[in-house]
Each structure stands twice: as C-alpha cells, then as structure tokens.
C-alpha cells in the first residue's frame, strides 16, 4: 500500500513540473507587455526599459521560469500587477471564499444525489426512475447562469427571501453567530445552483454503478443466506459501487474552485472563479499563474485522494511493477 502511494505521489510531481513548464510558457508566449497598463505614458522610453530590465523582463524565458519556480517552491507567487498585493495572499483569500460555497454545495449535492440514484436504481423502468432520469437531463442543460438568474428573480424579487448578491450584506458589521448566519443567508442561492449541477451527476454514475453490482451474483448470494434486499444492497452492493462515486466526488472538488465562474459571477461571490475572470481581464501575469498552479495542485490532489481510496476499497488495485 506505502508503495502504492509512493508512486503516485512521484507520478504527480512529474506531472505537475510538467503543468508548470506549460502554464509558464503560454502565458510569457503572449504578445503585449503586461506593465503598460501600470506606467505613466509621460515616463521616457529608456526610463521604462531600465525598469523592466531591473525586474527581468528582457530575460530569457528559461531564465525566468528558473526565477519563478524557485520563488514558487518557497511558497512566493510573485506581486501581482492589478492588485499590488502578494499573489498568494489574494488567492488564499478568494480560495477560502469558494472552499465555504464548494462545500456546503458539495455536502447538498451527495446527500441528495447518492440517495436519489441508489433508490432510482433499485426501481428501475419504474415511473420513479423515468422522473429522475427526465430531472437529471435537464439539470444537465440548464446553463448555470440561466438557472441562477431565476433563482435571483424568485427568491430575491418575488419573494424577497434571500439576497442576490455578494457574501455579506451592505452596511452591517455582524460578529459572532449573527456574522455566520448572514453569510449562510447569501450561500443559500448560489450554493443551489452549484448542487444542481453536481447532484445529476452523482444520480446518474450511482444509478449507473448500482444497476451494474444489483445483478451480481453475490447480491443473489446474500439474499439467499437469509439477508433482506435492503440489507444485501446496501451493506454489499453499495460498497461494490463506491468506485465510481469516488471518482465524481473528487473530480467534483477541482471543478468547485475551476469551475465555479459563472455562478460566482451572477451572485458576485468573491471566489477564485471571480478572481481567474478579473485576472485575465487586467492580464496580470502573475496572479494569473498563481491561480492555475494552485487549481492543478488541488486537480493532482484530487486524483491523488481518488487514487488511495480505491486502493482502500477494492486492495486488488495496484500497480505492477
């Protein structure tokens, strides 16, 4: 088993120095100068030059990915141009945003999803399951933006439920519950639409794997040594059915800080999705990097964790030498 891990945990260190290499080139590969937008257009041409050639500039590319990584593996990003702050700074703190959504949408999304598909797969060809397959292909096709944007003129101007926007409300200093209780208010909406583009997923892998252990000989088996139907699936079916669920849940993980743009865009959630959009916009550089470095991290770890449960759940798993 340590081995097993061992050699994963270098597949994905090759992996992500390869990431690095990547990112790194396509974003010095861009045409423009990314400083322009931050010189006053009265400096001389030779007073600019001489401050982009004190700050490596006119390197050669190799020469700068050698400065950068080597700053990067002592935790330092680099400055970003548009902010002006340290980059690891201002993405721990959109990061931390989205972990808060990520979560709470994830938990709803398992919850619901995992129980909807092991109960869709149990009734098969039932109206029950024609419901939830309907369901499901339609929270598929609604785009994020358009479902959030329902949610808003329901709940917000309707109803006037819950806020449309951001992470607080306006004009309030909460502290202590009252503090946690406003954020959970805000959450509420773009945690929903979050969960809905998750949780059909999660239905349609679990009724999938469900449908594929039910008719396995050893469900026949159990019920036949005096289990009931409920008992034989959940505590052997289920079980035989975790892998592929593994594999939704973490590759969940990466899209909720990747993925999430749009439903933080349309609620203004300040997460790492906003910031990827922002950063792109104003070309900052650095922070650009900083963000896909970070989100390849959480990507490779993600695999990582998925990788180590299998082997948890089913030990025939391994790599041969």
Known sequence: MLKYIIKRILIAIIVLFGISVIIFAMIHLQPGNPYSAMVDPSVPPEVLKEMLEKI????????????????????????????????????????????????????????????????????????FDYVITVLSFIGVSIPAFFFGLILIKVFTFDFKIFPSSGMSTLGTN???????????????????????????????????????VLDKEYITTARSKGLSKTKAI????????????????????????????????????????????????????????????????IILLSNLIADILYAVIDPRIRYER
Request: with cysteine; charged share 10%; net charge positive.
């Open 234 to 297: 959940f505590k052997h079916g289920f079980i035989n059915a975790l892998i592929p669920i593994i594999t939704v849940i973490c590759l969940q993980i990466p899209f909720l800080f990747s993925g999430a743009l749009l439903t933080e865009t349309v609620f203004v959630w300040p997460g790492i999705g906003r910031l990827s959009y922002e950063a792109v916009l104003n070309r900052d550089y650095s922070l650009i990097m900083g963000i896909l470095m970070i989100l390849s991290i």
């Open 56 to 127: 490596g500039y006119y390197d050669p590319i190799y020469l700068k990915y050698f400065k950068w990584i080597s700053r990067a593996l002592q935790g330092d990003l680099g400055y970003s141009i548009y902010y002006g702050k340290p980059v690891l700074g201002i993405i721990s703190g959109r990061m931390i945003n989205t972990a808060i959504l990520g979560a709470f949408a994830l938990f709803i999304s398992m919850i619901v999803g995992i129980v909807v598909g092991v109960f869709s797969a149990i009734k098969k060809n039932t109206v």
């Open 174 to 212: 909460y502290t202590g519950i009252v503090a946690v209780l406003d954020t959970l208010k805000h959450m509420i909406l773009p945690s929903i639409v979050l969960a809905l583009l998750q949780c059909t997923a999660f239905i349609r892998y679990t009724r999938s794997a469900m449908i594929d």
